[in-house]
Nanobody, 125 residues
Framework: QVQLVESGGELVQAGGSLTLSCAASGRTFSSNAMGWFRQAQVKEREFVATVNWSGDSTYYRDSVKGRFTISRDNAKNTVYLQMNKLKPEDTAVYYC??????????????????WGQGTQVTVSS
């Protein structure tokens, strides 16, 4: 059974930093794209960041560019999201996603077929 388990979400003050981790089990994703999405209350899920299979190509939504960094460790089957200079508008449940067939970095949720349960990030002002 394939599982993606996120961790690292918590309450933090504006301007602070957090690192989210997503550990995959049940299969390896070392040849596949992985990404992070988020969903705030009463909003639709939105793309945050993505990384290609090798980790040398990344893409971010405009509002997090320069503040968030996505990376991966294929030996550990894990993807990370380093979040700096957090803002209250970053408050959301953050979801890890992995693709079983897509290798390039992708912002399209439809390219991902495995999803974690989410981890809550709350940024206080």
């Amino acid at each position: 059974q394939v599982q993606l388990v996120e961790s690292g979400g918590e309450l933090v003050q504006a301007g602070g930093s957090l690192t989210l981790s997503c550990a995959a089990s049940g299969r390896t994703f070392s040849s596949n794209a992985m990404g992070w999405f988020r969903q705030a209350q009463v909003k639709e899920r939105e793309f945050v960041a993505t990384v290609n299979w090798s980790g040398d190509s990344t893409y971010y939504r405009d509002s997090v560019k320069g503040r968030f960094t996505i990376s991966r460790d294929n030996a550990k089957n894990t993807v990370y999201l380093q979040m700096n200079k957090l803002k209250p508008e970053d408050t959301a449940v953050y979801y890890c996603a992995a693709s079983s067939w897509f290798a390039s970095a992708s912002a399209r949720a439809l390219n991902y077929d495995y999803w974690g349960q989410g981890t809550q990030v709350t940024v206080s002002s």
